[in-house]
């Protein structure tokens, strides 16, 4: 990352979190200069990155100021869930939208999957089918059970990122964040316990608890710093509650990067119930902003921070590859990976190793959080664009995914199967809510380069939800 | 499949099932070419394939003769597991012996992996490595969560060979076979359930059942024939069964098919008792005779049976590519695989699709039967030579693993104690078992090329075996 690169995504950052607020002219270049202790040009690049972003503007003679078309829409509300434990459904609507068929001729607006069309994953490719020619049939045998030490050398290097300090033995590798989380909760759970989650929540892990007999307690959940204390505090007073599974970096569905103290806090919480932490950073890497944001398993000091992520978001979903780091949960873990699915796959392990060792995964990520950053502000420009006033928006700080917010009476479930007449695909509200909630909301990812076929199909959707609210308010 | 290997297939099995005892004159060249209406060269090249496996002997002038070598140990007795539902232990066994790592200098003889250095298996390295390269990044998909269509149309097309008629959205693709059985396990039973297992069985199976909560319940056995079906269904009548877990073809570890009509009894059996059964065949095709046997799935008229494969064993494990056909509890598995890994890896997917495509696979499965069934020779073999006379040794219909019962008070786990200080690695009974039976039991592999250090590394354990028993009858 080049001081540039640094420098305006501290300005950046700012703006978003309004600090400049529209047109306010920002600091002199002199100024910038002066303050970080960096030379003019530095300067004069990042307000030209900033620029490209469509975060800035310049104005001939005057300076820079903050783009008049950066004015933000509002913030999704406070999250008000049901407060209690609740057993979970949505099961089918969560299946459709597994089963949409990426090659079906839709526009796909409703899937988690990052982009790999970039020239920076051709090494890892390459690595992947020479280990496949290896004479000795390398990674054609069963792995260690943990993974291949390789692998997990170089996992624990790239974790120093976020603070954490861990050695390999302390990471197995699992197939994807998915059975990383099965592992977490089946360690942890038994039917008929009570875990509390964010809200709205990644239904791959409500869709887990589900299938082991488990209830979830959704949690208030603020759009900027992620869970609520003071609810979680009160649901732990009143429940016997097993874990606690968050999402505090880059959260899906919401975007935000929860504040260092309130991670902080929240494991102080934790602590004081004697509560295990479920952390899912499989977006992590992907923050806006470098260096990254601290994981919560970074604070830990009793190991009650099971830390679960995946190189399935910064790399490739097809790779498989994910992993955890139980913490004092190790060998209640290793037993449900056996069961599980056994060892994984270890061609792709050795081969992401290797792209890992020679600097590829640095270099990919450096350029997927540009891409994602960029497409971030032009997708948030088409919703203000394209969408009612009332809309309400979330402002990622990193990976691809943006949450929308409809006045409540507004129902995503009928739009979705008016888009679906016309070839466009969204991910509705009530997948991210164990109770069935959010049906005034959808998420849109924007991780695709954004063609004019995504902007009109934006276009489409922003028409089908102006009709819908004028229908119900007629 | 030639006729002269399917005649030799036919006459091996006799003299295995002792239809032609050790020393016995075979039938001449003459009648057996009636007999079998094939030419005389036919007759002549499957004697000479029988001599190669050193089953018969040609003595100038007199005939053939079966092997006096040949004369075959006792089986191992009908097990006598305690017949009730039983907590499952040894974990820590199971554990051990999946941490040995193959490249730690000892003789490994004790884990479940195949031989993967056959120059047949380079086209499907191939496959993978062109895969890797395609420009589209084929592969790195989330992929369907059922699998790649391509792959489960070949399945379907090799199910056929075991008798099954199934389409290729009746099966899913899974993680191993391991992630096929434990989704069949989760897609059924609750904690608290009770589920028959055939006794000795695979540990990966009872470790699943410990996972989640299930009592396990141990039936007797038969070394030929499979589990015995007056013991199950005193079981069934005494128990509430939830689900009957057995490996028919080339069980694991004892090696018998399962007869025809024993396996339509025990379908008939669960019909009466409305139960399912999860039927794992990982080794069917690696069955010695050809045609393969057939599977109970492909008699279950009701969709009772779950079909549980993978191509670890007659492929390779590092694949990580299994299958399950869950007949009528599709949906359950569907869900069961959604929390468990999510979608399986698309590229060896496709891989091993274009390979069974093109024929790669028959061809890889034909030398690799042959292989096994000489080694199985040989192993036993040396089993006779260097094992005390009071042995039992089963008689491997198929794969590549031997199960050895020493009398009821050997120790099978102070031997592995003693073989771990000279470099030998074996299994040891009590993992065969939920409770900890078949202490007095071990399993040896004979996948591997069979080197001078393998027959030494046999013949340590016989020794060792001897001064044990010695040690005891003093
Ligand atoms: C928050 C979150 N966690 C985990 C996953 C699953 O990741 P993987 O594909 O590595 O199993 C996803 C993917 O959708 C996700 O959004
Ligand atoms: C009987 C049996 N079933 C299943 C498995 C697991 O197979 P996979 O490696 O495909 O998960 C094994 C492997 O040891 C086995 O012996």
Avoid at 71 to 81: C, D, H, I
Avoid at 202 to 221: N, R, S
Wanted: glycine share 6%.
């Amino acid at each position: 990352m080049t001081r540039y690169d640094q420098l305006a995504g501290i300005i950046g950052e700012r703006i978003e979190q309004g600090l400049y607020t529209c047109g306010e002219r920002l600091p002199s270049v002199r100024t910038l200069s002066q303050e970080h202790e960096v030379s003019i040009s530095t300067v004069q690049q990042a307000y030209r990155v900033l620029e490209e972003r469509q975060l800035i503007e310049a104005r001939p003679k005057s300076g820079y100021f903050v783009s008049q078309q950066h004015e933000l829409a509002a913030l999704p509300a406070m999250s008000r869930p049901a407060q209690r434990p609740v057993e979970i459904s949505q099961w089918d609507l969560v299946l459709k939208l597994l089963r949409a068929d990426p090659e079906d001729g839709m526009v796909h607006l409703g899937i988690g999957m990052p982009d790999i069309s970039s020239p920076t994953l051709r090494p890892l490719m390459k690595a992947l089918s020479r280990i496949a020619l290896q004479p000795d049939l390398r990674g054609m045998a069963y792995g260690d059970i943990c993974g291949a030490p390789a692998l997990r050398e170089q996992i624990a290097r790239l974790l120093v990122d976020s603070g954490n300090l861990l050695s390999w033995e302390d990471i197995m590798i699992t197939s994807g964040c998915h059975e990383a989380l099965s592992i977490a909760i089946h360690a942890l759970c038994q039917p008929g316990d009570i875990v509390a989650v964010d809200s709205p929540s990644f239904h791959g892990v409500t869709q887990t608890l589900k299938a082991f007999g488990i209830k979830a307690l959704e949690i208030p959940t603020d759009p900027v710093t992620g869970i609520s204390l003071e609810a979680l505090e009160l649901a732990l007073e009143q429940w016997p509650i097993k874990a606690i599974q968050v999402t505090p970096n880059c959260n899906n569905p919401l975007g935000y990067i929860m504040p260092d103290s309130h991670k902080q806090a929240l494991l102080t919480l934790a602590q004081g119930y004697d509560t295990p932490i479920i952390e899912d950073d499989v977006y992590g890497d992907l923050a806006y902003r470098y260096p990254r944001p601290v994981t919560i398993k970074s604070l830990d000091e009793d190991g009650r921070v099971l830390l679960c992520s995946s190189f399935s978001k910064t790399l490739a979903p097809g790779l498989r590859i994910g992993w955890i780091a139980p913490g004092r949960y190790m060998e209640q873990a290793t037993h449900m990976k056996y069961i599980s699915t056994g060892a994984t796959a270890l061609q792709p392990q050795l081969a992401v190793a290797e792209f890992v060792r020679q600097g590829g995964y640095q270099k990919h990520l450096r350029r997927m959080r540009a891409h994602y950053q960029h497409n971030c502000d032009i997708m948030t420009g088409w919703i203000k664009t394209y969408f009612p006033p009332e809309t309400r928006v979330s402002r990622p700080q990193g990976s691809f995914l943006l949450w929308i917010e409809m006045p409540e009476h507004f129902d995503s479930l009928r739009l979705n199967r008016q888009l679906d007449q016309v070839g466009v695909q969204i991910a509705v509200g009530p997948i991210f809510s164990a109770s069935g909630k959010y049906r005034h909301c959808m998420r849109l990812s924007y991780a695709l380069a954004l063609t004019p076929a995504i902007e009109q199909a934006v276009k489409t959707i922003g028409n089908a939800v102006k009709r819908q609210l004028d229908e119900v308010n007629a």
